[in-house]
């Protein structure tokens, strides 16, 4: 009888044991296509009570050539606006996560306004580009840096600056330490960009959902190593930004619940103090919302930068 009470003892311990393993792998197959699997819904654009809906509309009559490059056998796509005067200054904008480039028009006026060329790629995985998947900047830096080099290519005396909102803002971080990047890119900036995507993604899981990182964060992470070959903790902004050598702006809304404030600081001290960086933070802005928050402001602070570190010359 004894032996009989612990082997049903065991049995319940192996079947509990079996049911928390398939209930952890739908749960990580669910969790893993709401982050990490392309979804071409309907984005969110610029509201018509924007202060910066003329800014849209203003880009909407600009003439545009469609480009596009093949990195990691991915067709990408992109938009390329030229200045209203020639210039070999080129700002390359780049959307966040489950957006794409038309979701950035505003800020592709901006710099056009400033007199940039301006480059809008579709990340892999989103818009006219291909790629099933979304890579939290882990794949992205490498297309951003096969798009400067396109740029590059065209034009060797191209003078190239980064700029990203939320992921993109990641992704630009992420390429500012890698060895690729060309000589030709001269400053960065980033608006919003979370530090690492693990600590994104289990402040999304703790905030949205209510779930702890272990164990679900963890096997979401193994899901992305297995079919796109990378961990959560390898997209690191900050451990980018240790090897970044360019001037850079970083840019924050005090208000952000979605990329918490406080990574901004993470990024901004983890750049060595020898290089050049300058922090913004945009009193009352939510994520992603600097821009429209304090349009003035965030105009004159990009401005100021770029005349420093990428500027406009007289004789173009």
């Known amino acids: 009888m004894k032996k009989?009470?612990?082997?049903?003892?065991?049995?319940?311990?192996?079947?509990?044991?079996?049911?928390?393993?398939?209930?952890?792998?739908?749960?990580?197959?669910?969790?893993?296509?709401?982050?990490?699997?392309?979804?071409?819904?309907?984005?969110?654009?610029?509201?018509?009570?924007?202060?910066?809906?003329?800014?849209?509309?203003?880009?909407?009559?600009?003439?545009?050539?469609?480009?596009?490059?093949?990195?990691?056998?991915?067709?990408?796509?992109?938009?390329?606006?030229?200045?209203?005067?020639?210039?070999?200054?080129t700002v390359i904008v780049v959307h966040g996560f489950r957006q794409d480039k038309t979701a950035m028009r505003q800020y592709g006026e901006l710099f056009h306004q400033l007199g940039y060329n301006v480059l809008m790629p579709d990340n892999r995985g989103a818009g006219q580009s291909q790629g099933n998947f979304i890579s939290f900047g882990f794949h992205d830096k490498y297309d951003v840096i096969a798009w400067a080099n396109y740029l590059t290519n065209k034009n060797p005396q191209s003078d190239i600056t980064l700029y990203g909102l939320s992921m993109g803002a990641s992704t630009v971080m992420m390429a500012s330490g890698e060895k690729t990047l060309p000589k030709t890119v001269k400053s960065i900036i980033e608006d919003c960009g979370y530090d690492n995507a693990w600590d994104e993604i289990t402040y999304q899981g703790k905030v949205g959902y209510n779930v702890p990182a272990f164990p679900l964060v963890y096997s979401v992470s193994l899901e992305s190593k297995i079919r796109q070959g990378w961990f959560f903790q390898e997209a690191s902004a900050t451990k980018s930004l240790a090897k970044d050598k360019l001037p850079?702006?970083?840019?924050?809304?005090?208000?952000?619940?979605?990329?918490?404030?406080?990574?901004?600081?993470?990024?901004?001290?983890?750049?060595?103090?020898?290089?050049?960086?300058?922090?913004?933070?945009?009193?009352?802005?939510?994520?992603?919302?600097?821009?429209?928050?304090?349009?003035?402001?965030?105009?004159?602070t990009i401005s100021k930068f770029m005349n420093e570190y990428n500027p406009i010359s007289t004789g173009q």
């Open 248 to 300: 850079i702006l970083f840019i924050h809304g005090s208000k952000d619940t979605y990329v918490p404030t406080r990574m901004v600081y993470d990024n901004y001290k983890a750049v060595k103090s020898n290089v050049p960086k300058k922090l913004l933070i945009v009193k009352g802005a939510a994520h992603a919302k600097s821009f429209e928050t304090n349009p003035t402001l965030y105009r004159s």
């Open 4 to 89: 009989l009470t612990k082997k049903r003892i065991w049995q319940w311990l192996i079947g509990i044991f079996a049911l928390l393993i398939i209930a952890d792998i739908g749960a990580t197959l669910y969790f893993y296509r709401v982050a990490c699997v392309r979804n071409d819904s309907p984005i969110s654009q610029v509201k018509t009570t924007s202060p910066n809906y003329a800014l849209v509309k203003n880009f909407n009559m600009l003439p545009k050539t469609t480009v596009t490059i093949e990195n990691d056998k991915l067709k990408l796509d992109a938009w390329y606006v030229p200045a209203n005067k020639a210039t070999d200054k």
